[in-house]
């Protein structure tokens, strides 16, 4: 059986080598109806590549630039990481922050240099800007520096060396600078021959800024700005004479203003009792001024003036700024420490067994007056501890505590000292042991642009609506990338047209040749018939020929298209005779190409073949052999 089919397979090849002038004429007509389909694909997918790669190769090709403008939030490195993820197709997100110092640098050779304004801007791993221009990027954190040439010319330094930032803030009376060592990663050529820029970590570049706003950078040892934390209060002591103690106007008013009143004449804080006289507390109605969340929320402490709140009282009484009294070991001993702070001037000093033991609005911040058992001989500072570390307070003034208090001493200070230690064990507030004082805690950075890169231009339209529903305002590519993508899609339609058009009249002319070529072999056909060949023969053989001819079609188109495409995309030198007419033609042929052009010649042979060599198949043999006696 097997022997039979490969007869009719060679039947079939030697019909087609006996008559190779048809044979050729038949290849040439199939080719020519493959080669245009071909030539299509590898136009299409040209033409596309060419804009694509356009845009591929610019460093805005797959960056979108987003900022917050009026309705966009503005964003935290916690929010830049969630946008990171939560958008479609993001690879990175980069904060657009910069800052302009001074550099300085020393060559081996040479004079040291310096560039008194030079901006740099933030980067991270992954940047693409930057690899594209072959730099080395910075690790998270990493102390290093990417270069423009002209900046890296001006400072005469190269990838290896340092130099040096030079940051200067003016927080205080005087400007204050501090300088930090980098390392140059890289040295990246710039179309701009002025300019003096650099590339630095965005992580490094917000610690610049946090400086520059007078926070204090621990990582660094930068000091903070010497402006202390603003001091807030859990509550406020309000002291009344019982001849002037608040009348019910007052009480009404406090109350309108949200404060909640609280008579705490019998149970003062253990530190007030043991300072107070105790033969003049009778003679004092003591109440307490708070919220109903001041006292248990650090972060809505008060922070009203005590004079504001005495002078809307008609009592002639004296407003005292509150928070808890703290506990503390000094050398094994036990001490409390209480914020009290008094006018110069005023009727409660009397109330004191030492009136000069209370601060005053005028005396140092981080100053102490000591009330001890036996008298306080000690150092000049008082040494406070802290979760870590500790502070240092000037002794100011120094007195004695009767026995009564147990040998528990006192330590007096003004009362914004007890706010920040309060905020300080809330972690609202830092201690900077450079300046000795307590310092607000930076926020988290706020960036309000920042540069985005898709994975793949493509993905650029649906992260831009993304970002427009997040009311950001967005500059992108999207208009060409949109356009890329409409002509893809109309290449693919005109691909398809074009090809089932000439795919269904190469069709019908393959079918007509066949036909035309069968009914002349009708003779030979009736002879194969009585020689015993078997009808499925007849078939076979008629559509072997057809599948040779579409394999030897499909060879010739692809030949001839490879061909075709190297001289369309031909550059011709400048000058010639071709360069004024003969334009440079993108046409990318894949091996699917090919593989789809080979198919579609089989196809199209083989649809081709099936009439024709079914009516062969079915010839009467003799009636075959008669008609092809007068053809």
Known sequence: MITRWFYYVRLGVLDLVRLWSTTQHHVIIVAGICLPILLLLGLKRGHVANLRKELLTSPTGRQVMFWSAQKGELMT?????????????????IPETQRVVALRS??????????SSATLYSTRQGDPLLQQLGATLPQPDEKGVVLAHPLATQLDVKPGDSVQVVLTREKGEKPESVTLDLKVLSVIPTDNARAMIGYLDVNVLDRFEQYIRGYRVADYGWPAAK????????????FCEKSSDLTADDREQLKERGLVIEDRTTQLPEALTLLLKPDKRENLRVYELSTSASKTDRRRALILSPSELSQSTAADDVVVPWNEVASGEIEGKPWLMVGLSLPKRTWLREYFRDPALPCTYD????????A????????????WPLRQGEVSLKVLSRSTVP??????????????????LAAHRAGMVDFDPLTQLFVAIPDPPLYDKARLYAQSIDDIPAVVEALNNLKFAVMSETARITEIHDQDRSLQLLVLVVGTGVFLFGVVTVFSVLLDSTDRKRGTIGILRVMGMSRAGIFMTIFIRAAVIGILAAGLSAGAGYLLSLALAWPPPSGSFFASWKPVVAVELYVADFLIILGGALVCCGLGALLPAWKA???DPFDAIVEGRFR
């Not at 490195?77 to 479609?88: G, N, V």
């Not at 026995?403 to 920040?420: C, F, L, M, S």
């Open 372 to 383: 001890h058992p036996g008298g306080f001989n000690g150092a000049e500072t008082l040494k």
């Open 77 to 93: 490195p916690a929010r830049i990481a969630s946008l990171q993820t939560d958008l479609p197709a993001v690879q990175l997100i």
């Open 403 to 420: 026995a009564e208090d147990r040998g528990r001493a006192i330590a007096v200070v003004p009362a914004n000292v007890t706010a920040w």
């Open 106 to 115: 020393q060559p081996a050779r040479g004079e040291a240099r310096t560039v």
């Open 617 to 619: 198949s079915r010839l």
């Open 227 to 238: 402006t202390s934390a603003r001091d807030a209060y859990s509550s406020y002591l309000v």
């Open 363 to 370: 005396d140092e911040p981080m100053s102490v007056r000591v």
